[in-house]
């Protein structure tokens, strides 16, 4: 009887890879090569214990077609392996992007700290980067409007330092007691099930109409700033006020922000809805080439210090996490980079596995008795014993500190270190060689006086929530502002309940009368609701242009990428021409064609597709162009996906460069050309146009609130 086998695929594989952390030594009966029958050598395939496998094809059966034994070692230890292989995800958090890199000071901070990654100029410190959202589960979509966290994990030679922050500098809540309501508000709803990664619907909007104190970040979600073109174009926020430590003991109060090279830039509602079912992976993925291509993303390190006195003059509490420091109040000092330039090598060991916690800070970095980051400082090391399922998660290779670390604490599931010796505690005399305290330069907190009395208390300096919501709102440009109101007016539109609806706008007119009508107006509300009474009067602040996302885009095509829709009969020349002056302005440039396997050019040559028509819409391009011959004009205007590939391109306000054949499909999409179209022999005209969006034209392509 010959045995039946599949197809062996670790035939073709490449050869000799050893991947195991292991190494040769302890690959058991796997240990030397083997040489299969086509003549490549390859490592021997084994159980955990080391024992090569003969087959890997068939289960061990009584007969041929009999039932399977139970004494089939080898199939059971798989299988068990396989049926653990998932950790419970992040409660929030869970879909996430990691990259590595480093960390490069550039300006020293001497005179307010002792924490060396933030005293050496010029010295580098390996990092490991997670961008993530925060409602969706780990398999949820890269676009849902949400904010983005912004996890760094600086492996720096005095312990790790995790900053722990998001794409926005501020926070729904003031107290951590509130954290499980407001995370059980926005998840899909218990009873049905959905929606998924989504705000828009009525137990998000319930909890935050009875939540003032989230106003400010409300306008943040509905801004822009949620709807991100790629993580590499935007800005994180270590959110809280923290403490710097210098040699004398003195502290200063410090808030983290990092800035993209490439500037912020957004996509368009309609876009982002679109680009969820185009590529679902679309965050993910584009950094992943990003960093395949050598185009490494990098940010600013920035610090605003200040001291307590400074902070006693603000008009809010620095300790409220719903409040910011405004640039214009506290410049902002540029301190060093941070450049990811490697792809992990596996997703799970890293990026999944990776623990951040606040908690991780540095000798000469403290906390600030900010009471949302107080609860954090217990709430992510609770959440890591039971993501990962054991005190000993620092011990994974992407949680371990890079610097030598030693102490007395010993075994718990799954104990890696193999301490020697008699002497696991200390003080001990018995033990010359082992861990001891270092009053110096160990960690200290800051000497702070407390006093006051004991209770469950607000402070009065939390109770103004809507100044800063206000000042947010006023900072925007008017492109900026229509799109809020009409964030608001899609997702109140798809709560059911009225008085939630009505609760909202009435919060609104707090923040400003207008904000409050063009949502009403929207939302067909007969009448205007009442606002509620305020805890503290409103202030009128200056308004800050650094909160706006287009005064902070940037003039440039680096990071962004062209489309270029041919068909057979397009014009190579033209075709070569205008994708040569978006390489050259630091653009990727697509080729979309009818076929993945390229278009017969009109002189007979074949031109590859990096991407089908179906599968590759406008969405995913920054700026298009349309290169068409006239019988290919006529083929697309046949094609809804062609229409649709122009169409969107010019509702979601994107430079389009066209020929004459790409003026014909255009024509047959019913679009009448603005200044942002442009003939394809314009290459200035149209690289300009591409920097940006044609804001002007979003008033004739949708009806904003
Ligand atoms: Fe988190 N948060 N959070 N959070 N958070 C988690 O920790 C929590 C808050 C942030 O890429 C959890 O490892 C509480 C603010 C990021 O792995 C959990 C409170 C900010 C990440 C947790 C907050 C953040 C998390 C879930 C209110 C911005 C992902 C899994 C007191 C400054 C890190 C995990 C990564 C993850 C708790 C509020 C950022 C449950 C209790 C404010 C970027 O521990």
């Known amino acids: 009887m010959s045995k039946e086998k599949t197809k062996n695929n670790s035939k073709k594989t490449k050869?000799?890879?050893?991947?195991?952390?292991?190494?040769?030594?302890?690959?058991?009966?796997?240990?030397?090569?083997?040489?299969?029958?086509?003549?490549?050598q390859h490592p021997a395939l084994t159980t955990n214990q080391g024992v090569a496998l003969s087959d890997n094809q068939n289960s061990l059966r009584a007969n041929p077609r009999g039932p399977t034994l139970l004494e089939d070692f080898i199939l059971r230890e798989k299988i068990t392996h396989f049926d653990h292989e998932r950790i419970p995800e992040r409660i929030v958090h869970a879909r996430g992007t990691g990259v590595h890199g480093f960390f490069e000071l550039t300006a020293s901070l001497k005179q307010y700290t002792t924490a060396r990654i933030l005293t050496e100029a010029g010295e580098r410190t390996p990092v490991f980067t997670r961008i993530s959202t925060v409602a969706g589960g780990a398999g949820s979509v890269d676009t849902p409007?949400?904010?983005?966290?912004?996890?760094?994990?600086?492996?720096?030679?005095?312990?790790?330092?995790?900053?722990?922050?998001?794409?926005?500098?501020?926070?729904f809540i003031q107290d951590a007691i509130k954290f499980p309501d407001l995370i059980h508000a926005v998840k899909m709803e218990p009873d049905r099930g959905f929606p998924q990664s989504a705000s828009a619907h009525d137990t998000f909007w319930d909890f935050i109409s009875l939540t003032p104190e989230s106003m400010h970040m409300v306008m943040w979600i509905?801004?822009?700033?949620?709807?991100?073109?790629?993580?590499?174009?935007?800005?994180g926020f270590g959110v809280h006020s923290f403490r710097l430590i210098n040699k004398a003991g003195e502290s200063t109060f410090v808030k983290f922000h990092w800035r993209p090279k490439l500037g912020l830039q957004s996509t368009i509602w309609d876009e982002t809805v679109k680009i969820a079912g185009a590529d679902p992976d679309f965050h993910r993925r584009e950094m992943f080439e990003a960093i395949q291509a050598g185009n490494f993303p990098e940010w600013e390190f920035a610090v605003q210090l200040f001291t307590q006195e400074e902070a006693d003059a603000f008009p809010f509490d620095h300790l409220d996490a719903t409040k910011l420091i405004p640039e214009e109040l506290v410049p902002l000092r540029?301190?060093?980079?941070?450049?990811?330039?490697?792809?992990?090598?596996?997703?799970?060991?890293?990026?999944?596995?990776?623990?951040?916690?606040?908690?991780?800070?540095?000798?000469g970095i403290d906390f600030s008795n900010d009471p949302l980051l107080?609860?954090?400082?217990?709430?992510?090391?609770?959440?890591?014993?039971?993501?990962?399922?054991?005190?000993?998660?620092?011990?994974?290779?992407?949680?371990?500190?890079?610097?030598?670390?030693?102490?007395?604490?010993?075994?718990?599931?799954?104990?890696?270190?193999?301490?020697?010796?008699?002497?696991?505690?200390?003080?001990?005399?018995?033990?010359?060689n082992s861990p001891r305290e270092t009053p110096i330069k160990g960690f200290r907190s800051a000497t702070v006086p407390e006093t006051g009395e004991k209770g469950r208390i607000r402070a009065e300096s939390f109770a103004d929530h809507y100044s800063q919501a206000r000042q947010f709102y006023l900072s925007q440009t008017a492109y900026e502002q229509a799109h809020i109101a009409s964030a608001l007016v899609f997702e109140l539109s798809k709560v059911e309940h009225m008085h939630i609806r009505e609760a909202m706008v009435g919060h609104f007119r707090h923040i400003e009368e207008d904000l409050a009508k063009r949502v009403a107006v929207g939302l067909g509300l007969e009448k205007?609701?009442?606002?509620?009474?305020?805890?503290?009067?409103?202030?009128?602040?200056?308004?800050?242009?650094?909160?706006?996302?287009?005064?902070?885009?940037?003039?440039?095509?680096?990071?962004?990428?062209?489309?270029?829709?041919?068909?057979?009969?397009?014009?190579?020349?033209?075709?070569?021409?205008?994708?040569?002056?978006?390489?050259?302005?630091?653009a990727s440039v697509k080729i979309v064609a009818p076929k993945v396997g390229g278009a017969k050019l009109a002189d007979g040559s074949m031109l590859a597709a990096d991407g089908q028509l179906a599968g590759t819409p406008s969405v995913l391009f920054d700026a298009?162009?349309?290169?068409?011959?006239?019988?290919?004009?006529?083929?697309?205007?046949?094609?809804?996906?062609?229409?649709?590939?122009?169409?969107?391109?010019?509702?979601?306000?994107?430079?389009?460069?066209?020929?004459?054949?790409?003026?014909?499909?255009?024509?047959?999409?019913?679009?009448?050309?603005?200044?942002?179209?442009?003939?394809?022999?314009?290459k200035d005209a149209f690289l300009a146009a591409a920097k940006t969006r044609q804001w002007e034209r979003e008033k004739s392509v949708r009806m904003l609130a």
């Open 15 to 40: 050869p000799v890879e050893n991947t195991t952390p292991h190494g040769d030594a302890q690959r058991g009966t796997g240990g030397e090569l083997h040489q299969s029958a086509e003549g490549t």
């Open 145 to 171: 409007r949400d904010v983005r966290g912004f996890a760094v994990k600086f492996y720096t030679k005095e312990g790790n330092w995790d900053l722990v922050g998001n794409n926005v500098p501020v926070f």
């Open 222 to 235: 509905m801004s822009d700033r949620t709807l991100p073109r790629s993580l590499r174009m935007i800005e």
């Open 334 to 363: 540029v301190i060093g980079r941070m450049v990811l330039d490697r792809w992990p090598n596996n997703f799970f060991a890293e990026t999944e596995q990776v623990a951040y916690c606040p908690s991780h800070v540095v000798p």
């Open 374 to 432: 107080q609860g954090r400082l217990f709430s992510y090391l609770d959440t890591q014993l039971s993501r990962l399922g054991s005190a000993n998660f620092h011990q994974i290779p992407i949680n371990a500190p890079k610097c030598p670390f030693a102490n007395h604490q010993r075994d718990g599931h799954m104990q890696m270190a193999q301490p020697a010796g008699r002497v696991a505690y200390e003080p001990n005399s018995l033990s010359e």
């Open 528 to 586: 205007m609701p009442n606002a509620p009474t305020t805890a503290a009067p409103i202030l009128e602040m200056q308004p800050s242009p650094a909160l706006q996302i287009i005064g902070k885009m940037k003039s440039t095509l680096m990071g962004r990428c062209v489309g270029i829709l041919i068909a057979d009969g397009s014009d190579g020349a033209v075709i070569k021409k205008i994708k040569k002056a978006a390489i050259d302005a630091g």
């Open 624 to 682: 298009v162009a349309v290169i068409l011959s006239d019988d290919g004009a006529k083929a697309l205007s046949m094609e809804g996906a062609a229409i649709d590939f122009v169409r969107d391109a010019f509702g979601h306000l994107k430079a389009i460069a066209l020929d004459k054949g790409g003026q014909a499909l255009l024509q047959a999409a019913n679009i009448a050309p603005d200044a942002g179209v442009v003939d394809v022999n314009n």
